[in-house]
């Protein structure tokens, strides 16, 4: 898989299709490697892909779980190579991409979406990797339907993760981890409440920040097009 910078900076996937290159929905080419090319008028740098470009250039179909909160939520769960992730509402696949890339080879991630529409897009998304295979997508409620047990995470973005928290306990392993994103103060205080009452441990409560900077040569300063807020995190351990 390869990205495509153009002179702004502006960044597009290039993806195997058969035999052809597909780069977003202006180019198919029959061969490309790292370096710079031109394609049309435009000149583009062309780099091998990351997870910052797999997550930066998904179609979205509802708010995604963006770069900093994925990376607390894999460090706080402990993920690696072979963890057993279930993970609760698919969006555009943003988090899904995030996880598959730290559990492969041998890791699998099980996501429940009971939305059709948003199972598609999130299917559309992660099939453009090279991990998907570690992935399995189900149509169902993660606060109810799921048949998998001796997991290492357990991973919700829904709008009452509290619901899923009995269901948590039953299927993850010991240490394992629940790990919620919630958008407002009610809901994280909710959630805490409920993983107080079923006896989790070494919770947490957090929002993370990220302040990006424009440096220029008469000057640097912070981008006052930031969006710092996201949303909250929640965790709690089995015992």
Not at 27 to 32: F, G, Q, T, Y
Not at 49 to 66: E, F, V
Not at 92 to 97: A, I, Q, R, V, W
């Amino acid at each position: 898989m390869y990205t495509l910078l153009d002179r702004k900076n502006r960044r597009y996937l290039a993806y195997k299709d058969g035999e052809m290159y597909k780069i977003d929905n202006f180019a198919v080419l029959h061969e490309l490697c790292e370096g710079t090319m031109k394609i049309g008028l435009s000149k583009y740098h062309i780099l091998r892909s990351n997870l910052y470009d797999y997550m930066s250039t998904l179609k979205r179909k509802a708010q995604i779980i963006g770069i900093k909160d994925a990376a607390y939520i894999i460090a706080r769960c402990g993920l690696h190579a072979g963890s057993v992730v279930i993970e609760g509402g698919a969006g555009s696949g943003s988090l899904t991409m995030a996880l598959l890339y730290f559990v492969q080879p041998t890791g699998k991630v099980y996501t429940y979406e009971m939305r059709n529409d948003f199972a598609q897009v999130a299917k559309e998304n992660v099939l453009r990797t090279s991990f998907a295979q570690n992935w399995v997508l189900k149509i169902g409620d993660v606060r109810r339907d799921v048949e998998e047990s001796d997991v290492d995470a357990f991973i919700v973005d829904i709008p009452d993760p509290w619901d899923a928290v009995e269901i948590a306990k039953k299927v993850l392993k010991i240490s394992g981890c629940f790990a919620s994103y919630v958008p407002t103060y009610n809901q994280m205080e909710r959630v805490y409440h409920a993983l107080e009452d079923a006896n989790f441990v070494d919770l947490e409560a957090c929002e993370i920040i990220k302040r990006n900077m424009i440096i220029g040569s008469m000057g640097t300063r912070p981008d006052n097009l930031e969006i710092p807020h996201t949303g909250f995190l929640i965790f709690g351990r089995k015992v």
